[in-house]
């Protein structure tokens, strides 16, 4: 089909999404990449409290102008600003609350995510690319939800939704939901469940550009 007339979701609108779903006073944290701009989408009605894996936690939005302050950054090396109460501890205590099971929710990038939520996310074999697994696997089995933000289709058009994941695995079933820029789809141990997707496109679209079985979750 021709998407080319189909509007997507952007980085913003994917990440203001999947504030959504998280729920007042949850600890969440951000992986490198398009998660990171959930930070500049934080509700001021609700308490959300960033964690970031460098040894920050009460993160608050990408800092820009005089806040910015190299050596306040978040695990992508990008500035961030500090909310009142923050604090800043060592790196191996930061990884003790991960492996702990502190963190409620985990929102990382993937490259795929397969029917049954297992997540590869740190390599693609690409020889001219690093793969770099970072704290991802930590974050993944020890964070309590994981959320995965992506675009649907890969630069070829290819679904990165996917019976089986045919890159490295970053952690098996592992994720909760995926927010993409054409739909959000929960992973559910009876199979995916499309929530909703963006105007002009079909369920019956969604489900052939994805290439796999989604139920139709919506609400009428």
């Known amino acids: 089909m021709d998407l080319s007339q189909l509007k997507k979701r952007t980085t913003a609108e994917i990440a203001q999404r999947i504030v959504e779903d998280i729920p007042d006073g949850a600890t969440v944290n951000l992986g490198i990449g398009q998660p990171m701009t959930i930070s500049n989408y934080l509700p001021p009605d609700r308490e959300i409290i960033l964690h970031s894996e460098n040894g920050l936690l009460g993160m608050g939005p990408l800092a820009v102008g005089e806040q910015i302050d190299h050596e306040v950054v978040n695990a992508g090396k ?8 923050a604090s800043l501890f060592h790196h191996a205590d ?20 397969s029917v049954a939520g297992d997540l590869a996310n740190w390599r693609t074999g690409d020889p001219k690319a690093i793969p770099a697994v970072g704290g991802a696997m930590d974050l993944a089995l020890g964070a309590k939800k994981l959320f995965v ?39 559910t141990p009876s199979g995916l469940v499309a929530l909703d997707w963006v105007d002009g496109l079909s369920f019956e679209q969604l489900r052939e550009l994805s290439g796999v079985e989604i139920q139709n979750g919506k609400k009428s």
């Open 149 to 187: 933000m992506m675009e649907h289709l890969t630069k070829s058009g290819v679904s990165k939704i996917v019976n089986t994941c045919t890159y490295p695995i970053t952690g098996l079933a592992v994720v909760d939901c995926i927010y993409t820029d054409l739909a959000t789809i929960l992973v």
């Open 94 to 113: 930061s990884f003790a609350m991960i492996r702990g099971g502190h963190i409620d929710i985990c929102v990382l990038g993937g490259f795929q995510v």
């Open 78 to 85: 990008q500035p961030v600003t500090m909310l009142p109460g």
